[in-house]
Structure formats: structure tokens, C-alpha cells
């Protein structure tokens, strides 16, 4: 009957879904309150879901994994680690990590996404490492990495592309709305605005080779 009626709750004592087959969906369910919200390690789909108050994170997913149409929210451990995949129409907001506080990802598409009030030393809305990722129609706003780099978005030896996204309003010591390093991205019809940090406010590059 849906995520309003139907909740798993982990009690605060165990991880509370495992996906092993591509081919499993989860939906219209709330995860809440457990060591890790979701494993999706084989791939697979969740849609039209809740993951929220979850330590250890809210999803760690690896492969072919999608997530649609989901909230997830206040999440401590970052709100989604992914590499590979699709996170599109997604709502991440208020979470907490160390890198990443709304997702960390690598290889992975980020599609029409709202990504606010998220925090982590590095990358308070987005960390992307180690992989190319595509980041598009997306709001990134109001993350913060104080102390770290990368209020918006942190690059770090990966890269990819950002298009048709709005970073605004985030906060960082180095790089209030991007900072990369090592990297090699392009953003594309992109509005970086009204970002804060001491040393590159709007973007930082460290022998980083971008295309704007």
C-alpha cells in the first residue's frame, strides 16, 4: 500500500535489504533505521521509495543497479555510494558523510536529481572519484564541505560530464560549487552561482583540464 503504510524498520541493529539479482525490484517501501539502509551488490531496482535515518549509510549499489524516484534523507554514513548505475528523479537531501554526503559515486548517470542540504568534509553534494559520470538536468544547492573541498561537487581522479545543472548557494573551504583535482570534465549549460569558500568560490582546478 505503499511507502506511507509500509515500512522496514532495522531498529538501529542490522542492515535491512540485501539485492542480489539484477533482476529484483524494491518498491513503494519505507527503509528506515537500520545499519545500512540498502545493499544492492547484483544489480537491480528500487523505485518509488523512502531510505532515511540510516546509519552506515542509506544505499551502498554496485553494477547495473537503478534507483528511481526516491527520497533519501537524513542519512548518516552519505546518502548513496554507487558505482555504475542510474539515480534519476531522486530527492537527497540532509544527509551526512565523510566523502559525499549526498552520493559518492564512479561510472555513474545522475539524471534530474535535487540534491540539497547535504554535508561531508569533501563533496558535500556530490563526490565523484575514479571514474567518468554523467551529471544532468540536476540542482545541486545548499551543500556544504566546510573544512574540505568541493561544497557542490568534488571531481577527483575521474571526471565526466555535468550538463544542464544548477550549483548555487553551496559552502566549501576550497571550491564552494566544484572543486577538481586530477580530473577531466566538462560542464555544459551549467549555472554556478551565489557559491562561498575562501579559495575558489565558484570553481577550484588543480591540474585539472576543463571544458566549459
Not at 25 to 39: C, D, F, Q, T, W
Not at 93 to 103: F, I, P, Q, W, Y
Not at 161 to 182: D, R
Request: include cysteine; charge should be neutral.
Amino acid at each position: 500500500h505503499g511507502k506511507e503504510s509500509t515500512t522496514l524498520d532495522g531498529m538501529g541493529e542490522r542492515s535491512i535489504i540485501q539485492l542480489w539479482n539484477p533482476q529484483a525490484r524494491l518498491e513503494s517501501v519505507r527503509i528506515a533505521h537500520g545499519k545500512g539502509g540498502i545493499s544492492a551488490l547484483g544489480g537491480g531496482q528500487i523505485a518509488n521509495s523512502s531510505i532515511v535515518s540510516n546509519t552506515a549509510g542509506g544505499i551502498y549499489a554496485l553494477g547495473t543497479t537503478c534507483i528511481t524516484n526516491c527520497e533519501i534523507a537524513f542519512n548518516d554514513g552519505g546518502g548513496i555510494q554507487m558505482q555504475g548505475g542510474v539515480i534519476a528523479n531522486c530527492q537527497i537531501a540532509h544527509n551526512v558523510g565523510n566523502s559525499g554526503g549526498g552520493v559518492k559515486i564512479s561510472g555513474t548517470s545522475v539524471r534530474s536529481c535535487s540534491i540539497y542540504d547535504n554535508q561531508a568534509y569533501c563533496g558535500g553534494g556530490i563526490y565523484n572519484s575514479f571514474g567518468g559520470s554523467w551529471i544532468d538536468h540536476c540542482t545541486v544547492v545548499s551543500n556544504l564541505a566546510l573544512g574540505g573541498r568541493g561544497g557542490g561537487l568534488f571531481l577527483s581522479y575521474g571526471g565526466g560530464f555535468i550538463a544542464n545543472t544548477l550549483i548555487a548557494q553551496n559552502e566549501s573551504a576550497v571550491g564552494g560549487g566544484i572543486a577538481a583535482e586530477l580530473s577531466r570534465f566538462s560542464a555544459i549549460h551549467c549555472t554556478i552561482a551565489h557559491n562561498t569558500a575562501p579559495k575558489g568560490a565558484g570553481v577550484y582546478h588543480y591540474m585539472t583540464t576543463p571544458s566549459y
